[in-house]
């Protein structure tokens, strides 16, 4: 999340939203568009995948098929860098100054 909020924030993301993204399903800053985005990446993160055929649908009606391709693959690259630096204990590098405090705020 270090060097994706650090991207989000230089994209001109505010901190608020970048924190809402932790509970993406309740924060009314993001359209429904993004929340079935947000859906797609969780399910695609647990194992085994969770992308049921109700999720495909709503994907299906806000997306292109060339959209969700692309976004399944940023969220797969995503996910494989993830478990590949828990894998070696990379921890975050500061990236987003914030991040501590943030997922402290969420529990996390």
Same mark, same amino acid.
């Given at each position: ?11 001109? $993301?505010? /901190?608020?939203?970048?924190? $809402? #993204? ?5 924060? &009314? ?6 929340? #079935?985005?947000?859906?797609?990446? /969780?399910?695609?993160?647990?194992? %085994?995948? $969770? ?7 709503? =994907? ?8 969700? #391709? ?5 969220? $797969? =690259?995503? &996910?494989?860098?993830?478990?590949? &630096?828990?894998?070696?204990? #990379?921890? %975050? &590098?500061?990236?987003?100054?914030? =991040?501590? /405090?943030? =997922? ?5």
């Amino acid at each position: 999340m270090d060097i994706n909020a650090s991207g989000a924030s230089k994209g001109g $993301a505010s /901190e608020e939203r970048i924190a $809402a #993204v932790l509970d993406f399903r309740r924060s &009314n800053l993001f359209s429904d568009a993004e929340r #079935v985005a947000f859906e797609l990446a /969780e399910a695609m993160t647990v194992t %085994p995948q $969770a992308v049921t055929d109700d999720l495909y649908a709503r =994907l299906r009606e806000v997306y292109s098929e060339e959209q969700m #391709v692309e976004m399944a693959a940023v969220i $797969a =690259l995503e &996910n494989f860098r993830s478990r590949f &630096n828990r894998c070696f204990g #990379v921890e %975050p &590098n500061g990236f987003y100054g914030k =991040l501590g /405090e943030l =997922l402290e705020s969420a529990g996390l």
